[in-house]
């Protein structure tokens, strides 16, 4: 009897000792279970049937969202071109959405009317053969600028990401405004540093994504750093416009 007390009293104190590990490991447990159980009464409570797969336990399960993976190439057909038009509308970013006005743009917007508008008139205005080969001269004019700078600056370090840039951001002014390029070098290099801004904002895991019940906290400030590259992006292209409105006036004398 004495032996089965002390054995008693150990393992009492065991417990103690280990009283955090046990609380932890029980509501893990309990978590697990009650997170099984939600997930079955969600895909059972009159939603579409869920494609053949797993159970999702929490620690499979991206956030609150239902996540889809395509494992083969004959579904990856499937979704991509027989059904594009059903899968074509998925939920995009709190960043990509912040950046295109809630998603008005050819690259975010869902697949409809207005998307359909857009693709329509960047196809006709932009990528019709008539216009590629009209601004076929500003391109070329450029390229060679940028071989006759990389050119003069052999035997120094020169940065290619900075100069390619550059080049793209030359042809693209070029082609929207021609020969005369509005506020010089500072175009290119104001639209290098927010853009490289953009991209790292785009792609930061963003816990808003996950769980868009906490979208309104901005734990990580995604949306509101976003907010100020738009608003240096609007700058940008609003004082490129008042100077091109300026133009023909001064051109005149007025």
Same mark, same amino acid.
């Given at each position: ?92 970013? +709190?960043?990509? &959405? ?6 008005? *743009? @050819?690259?975010? #917007?869902?697949?409809?009317? !207005? ?82 801004? +953009?991209?790292? &904002? ?6 808003? *994504? @996950?769980?868009? #019940?906490?979208?309104?906290? !901005? ?36």
């Amino acid at each position: 009897m004495a032996q089965l007390n002390n054995q008693g009293s150990r393992w009492w104190e065991v417990m103690n000792n280990n009283k955090d590990e046990l609380t932890l490991t029980i509501s893990a447990m309990v978590l697990t279970v009650l997170w099984y159980r939600w997930t079955s009464l969600s895909s059972s409570n009159g939603g579409p049937p869920l494609p053949p797969g797993p159970r999702s336990l929490p620690i499979f399960y991206l956030g609150s969202k239902l996540h889809v993976v395509i494992s083969t190439p004959e579904l990856a057909k499937v979704v991509v071109r027989e059904q594009d038009e059903i899968f074509a509308n998925r939920n995009s970013t +709190i960043a990509a &959405l912040t950046i295109t006005y809630g998603g008005q *743009d @050819i690259a975010f #917007s869902d697949n409809n009317s !207005d998307w359909r508008n857009l693709r329509k008139i960047f196809v006709h205005e932009v990528l019709s053969n008539k216009n590629l080969e009209a601004s076929r001269y500003f391109r070329r004019d450029e390229v060679r600028k940028t071989i006759k700078n990389v050119y003069s600056k052999i035997g120094t370090s020169i940065n290619i990401s900075e100069i390619a840039f550059l080049t793209e951001a030359n042809v693209l002014k070029s082609m929207v405004w021609g020969a005369q390029k509005p506020n010089g070098s500072h175009f290119g290099a104001e639209m290098q540093i927010v853009s490289a801004n +953009i991209v790292e &904002l785009m792609g930061q895991p963003n816990v808003s *994504d @996950i769980f868009p #019940s906490l979208a309104w906290l !901005d734990l990580q400030g995604v949306e509101r750093n976003m907010k100020k590259q738009l608003h240096l992006l609007d700058q940008i292209f609003t004082t490129i416009i008042d100077a091109e409105k300026l133009s023909p006036k001064l051109a005149s004398g007025k």
